[in-house]
T-cell receptor, first 110, second 114 residues
Framework: SQTIHQWPATLVQPVGSPLSLECTVEGTSNPNLYWYRQAAGRGLQLLFYSVGIGQISSEVPQNLSASRPQDRQFILSSKKLLLSDSGFYLC?????????FGPGTRLTVL | GNSVTQMEGPVTLSEEAFLTINCTYTATGYPSLFWYVQYPGEGLQLLLKATKADDKGSNKGFEATYRKETTSFHLEKGSVQVSDSAVYFCALIITQGGSEKLVFGKGTKLTVNP
């Protein structure tokens, strides 16, 4: 079966520290992968998507970056976190024209 | 352009009440339509979907019908339960830049009281 994993589940980081969130998908190959952010009480914002290894498209300018070092791995990073980076980060993939989401990572920047 | 408009909440109902959450869309072509549900502290779960006009998606007692003539995909449930308390997102999917992308509504928070 196909599943999507994210870790860590929760993270508390100080302002200015680096960030690395990981997303992996099992049971498929060459999936389209996505990173979303959801600020508290708000809707979803698409941050990045990837159609293959090393192929990253950014939707909004910010201090975050994404990488896809392996076929089923998608990483969200930052060199220096801002308070405004706090939120719920969701990874997603799209098999058969339907998008499915991972369990999410709740990031709090203090 | 492509957009989704859903009724703003919050919506508060008593248990066993009838639920309707309105959703209308603007899109080029005929996109697939979705309802997602987000329970407190969790990610988004696909609730139901419809891929063409007059299709009815259904799951867990929820239903929505793809209405091309009114460009709508309203979510309904005949008798809500406390466990249905969540945020509901309407969405459509488009193909852009070689990838499928979801266009979301802003979400409707539902609270069901016992």
């Amino acid at each position: 079966s196909q599943t999507i994993h994210q870790w860590p589940a929760t993270l508390v980081q100080p302002v200015g520290s680096p960030l690395s969130l990981e997303c992996t998908v099992e049971g498929t190959s060459n999936p389209n992968l996505y990173w979303y952010r959801q600020a508290a009480g708000r809707g979803l914002q698409l941050l990045f998507y990837s159609v293959g290894i090393g192929q990253i498209s950014s939707e909004v300018p910010q201090n975050l970056s994404a990488s896809r070092p392996q076929d089923r791995q998608f990483i969200l990073s930052s060199k220096k976190l801002l308070l405004s980076d706090s939120g719920f980060y969701l990874c997603a993939w799209t098999p058969e024209y339907t998008q499915y989401f991972g369990p999410g990572t709740r990031l709090t920047v203090l | 352009g492509n957009s989704v408009t859903q009724m703003e909440g919050p919506v508060t109902l008593s248990e066993e009440a009838f639920l309707t959450i309105n959703c209308t869309y603007t899109a080029t072509g005929y996109p697939s339509l979705f309802w997602y549900v987000q329970y407190p502290g969790e990610g988004l779960q696909l609730l139901l979907k419809a891929t063409k006009a007059d299709d009815k998606g259904s799951n867990k007692g929820f239903e929505a019908t793809y209405r091309k003539e009114t460009t709508s995909f309203h979510l309904e449930k005949g008798s809500v339960q406390v466990s249905d308390s969540a945020v509901y997102f309407c969405a459509l999917i488009i193909t852009q830049g070689g990838s499928e992308k979801l266009v979301f509504g802003k979400g409707t928070k539902l609270t069901v009281n016992p």
